[in-house]
């Protein structure tokens, strides 16, 4: 039989990511930038 | 009122505005009056839908219904036919409903053979459109024997569903969901993936409480994922070099479970098994995914207004 | 030049990143622009450290605000050019 030799990929790393979406967060900034730019603001 | 005191035989024709609102032509011989309603405006039934289902708004359409009602015994028998009808069940709207039926009212309450709601497409955050919904009123309790629809470039299909509010298992089963487009809902610049999944979502409500237990997604063949240029990734990446690996994956297998809470917090778990191609690098990707849908839709909606509204205004403003 | 004259006589208008751009570029527009710019970005930085988020996060949201909020015969910056809303 012959050996084949085959170009074997690495050696398979775990990747783990967690990603928690945290819509509070994104009303609070909402928020935020409402008063950032808001009619008396100097920014805006 | 045209009475016939030979014959004894009353004969009267009544023009009706039921609760100020509902027109209704009645011709009544003896005992039976043929009741009819042509082209009414479904605006008008509101006042009835508001007795037994105060979250519904009708908003546009048109209804015939006309049958006969025999006044021993109070029982009805007709049909309607309702026509690009446009409802709203709390913020959910939907439009290009269309529905015909054969409806009886007895003392066990109303009864309707198995009928079929047709809706162009709800929008509820998402688009889900083509919708085909098969129902029966059992003793006027509301019963889905199947529904069907398009979402997110797949289709779904949910088996029988009560809709009294009552305890009950049914089954959502899912086909073909692009994984891009359910990515794209997420709003981040710079993630690209391509291929689906299939699946089946065990739904159970309780005391009128929704949720999915053991849900199971499964990619329908291979995909890949690239990402470049989403700051949250890059941020990450430079702490944790290998996390650069996923920058060009192509996968062979993913799946994912599926939980749903009842205050609807979603749960993805994914794995995928798939390799870095430039770096000939195998990588066993897990990925947990949790965040609140209900908050997520409703953030769509009111950006697609928002949105809607910053182009309407463009569009005026002189961009034509 | 005073920020809110600018925007009423169509000097500047806001970006799609979140900052103020010239839509006439004179000495004095420039220099009101570097200044109302950098105390944009130090509040921008101070809300991503606080909610953990980058500051292009920030910076998008607040484009899409800024878009938003502009009145009506103000400049934005549409597809690379300036348009009035």
């Known amino acids: ?44 | 009122i045209a009475g016939d005191l030979q014959d004894k035989s009353l004969v009267s024709e009544h023009d009706l505005i039921v609760d100020e609102a509902i027109h209704m032509n009645i011709h009544q011989q003896q005992q039976t009056l043929t009741v009819s309603s042509e082209q009414q405006a479904i605006s008008n039934f509101q006042s009835v839908v508001n007795r037994f289902m105060p979250e519904l708004t009708l908003q546009e359409g048109m209804l015939n219904l006309n049958g006969l009602f025999e006044l021993q015994g109070s029982t009805f028998d007709g049909k309607f036919a309702l026509a690009n009808g446009a409802l709203k069940y709390n913020e959910y709207t939907a439009k290009g409903a269309v529905t015909t039926g054969h409806i009886q009212f007895n003392s066990a309450g109303l009864q309707l053979d198995k009928s079929t709601l047709h809706i162009e497409s709800v929008n509820a955050g998402v688009p889900i459109e083509n919708i085909e919904i098969e129902y029966v009123l059992h003793n006027s309790k509301a019963n889905i024997n199947h529904a069907r629809g398009d979402i997110l470039g797949g289709t779904f299909n949910v088996s029988e569903l009560w809709l009294d509010k009552r305890n009950q298992h049914t089954q959502v089963t899912v086909n073909d969901i692009s994984l891009a487009k359910v990515v794209a809902l997420q709003q981040q610049s710079g993630i690209n993936v391509t291929g689906s999944v299939s699946g089946i979502l065990p739904m159970s409500v309780n005391n009128n409480e929704v949720h999915i237990d053991d849900g199971l997604l499964k990619s329908e063949g291979p995909g890949t994922l690239k990402i470049d240029g989403n700051p949250a990734f890059d941020s990450i990446a430079e702490q944790q070099s290998e996390l650069n690996y996923l920058r060009d994956l192509q996968f062979e297998q993913l799946s994912s479970n599926v939980t749903l809470n009842s205050d609807g917090l979603l749960l993805l778990d994914f794995a995928i098994l798939g390799k870095n191609p430039n770096q000939q690098q195998a990588v066993n990707f897990n990925y947990h995914h949790e965040e609140n849908v209900l908050t997520l839709l409703r953030s769509l909606r009111l950006t697609d207004s928002v949105q809607n509204q910053i182009e309407h205004k463009i569009k005026q403003g002189g961009v034509q | 030049v005073e920020l809110d004259d600018a925007k009423d006589q169509g000097l500047v208008g806001e970006q799609t990143d979140g900052y103020l751009g010239a839509v006439v570029s004179q000495p004095d527009v420039i220099a009101l622009i570097k200044e109302v710019n950098n105390k944009r970005k130090a509040k921008y930085s101070q809300l991503a450290s606080k909610n953990n988020l980058t500051l292009e996060q920030v910076e998008k949201l607040a484009a899409k605000k800024a878009y938003e909020k502009t009145a009506s015969g103000h400049y934005v910056l549409v597809n690379g050019n300036w348009v009035k809303k």
Not at chain 1, 13 to 33: A, F, G, M, S
Request: one cysteine or more; proline letters at 2%; aromatic letters at 4%.
């Open chain 1, 1 to 44: 039989c012959t050996h084949k030799v085959q170009v074997e990929t690495k050696e398979p790393i775990t990747i783990n990511i967690n990603v928690k979406i945290d819509h509070e967060i994104r009303v609070k900034v909402d928020k935020e930038l409402d008063d950032i730019f808001s009619d008396d603001s100097e920014l805006f």
